[in-house]
């Protein structure tokens, strides 16, 4: 769910369940979070958002700045770069030559957006059967907010820094935005689906957000 709010736009999660009112929460990976009461119309909701709209966009913005100032990197050989869990030399993971820092984070970028196009288009096809079904298109972005995402019209997008994680973390958000194919709001349905083909998946979100931050170029 998502809505327009001082020339931006406010994307969404909404939790329904046995509550009195609705609460919002903000993780530190910026992912919003909306807990609401069983059958709560999404106008209600919409308008809550938007009560609280000044201090979500000023939480992201802080989210945004921190990982920014921790994202300083050592664009020389021996800096050290994250790729499937473990950290590697620059010049194990691209060709380093004469190039300047940032034809060296260019040339980074372009490792990982392959990497993670890769990995995601071998292991999407793994859990597409267990769950059977498929997404209209798979693509690879750059966010600084989302891991990943699915449209109302079966899109499915991963954030090309998902090739810092290890294997088990992208396989947790690619059967996430798998099942929100079938459904699109994290209610109890959706997470015994994911818990249906990945029993552990908590620790997995636990990874990212205790690690997310380092994931970063």
Partial sequence: MKIDFEAHTIEFNVQ???????????????????????????????????HHGRRILD???????????????????????LHLGNYYF????????????EELKSSLKRFYFASCKKIVGERIKIYQAQL???????????????????????????NYRLAMAPIEVIDYVIIHELCHLTHMNHDRSFWRRVGSVMPDYKEKEEYLARHGHNMTL
């Fill in 132 to 158: 059977k079904v498929k997404p209209k298109t798979m693509e690879v972005v750059e966010s600084k907010t989302k891991w990943g995402s699915c449209s109302s019209d079966k899109k499915l997008t991963f």
């Fill in 59 to 81: 939480k992201l913005q802080s989210i945004a700045k921190a990982r920014d100032t921790s994202g300083i990197r050592d664009y020389q050989d021996n800096g050290k770069f």
């Fill in 90 to 101: 620059l010049h194990e993971l691209i060709e380093t030559g004469d190039l300047n820092e």
């Fill in 16 to 50: 329904y369940g046995s509550r009195e009112k609705i609460s919002i929460q903000i993780d530190s990976l910026g992912h919003i979070t909306v807990r609401a009461p069983n059958h709560t119309g999404d106008e209600i909701i919409k308008r809550a958002v938007e």
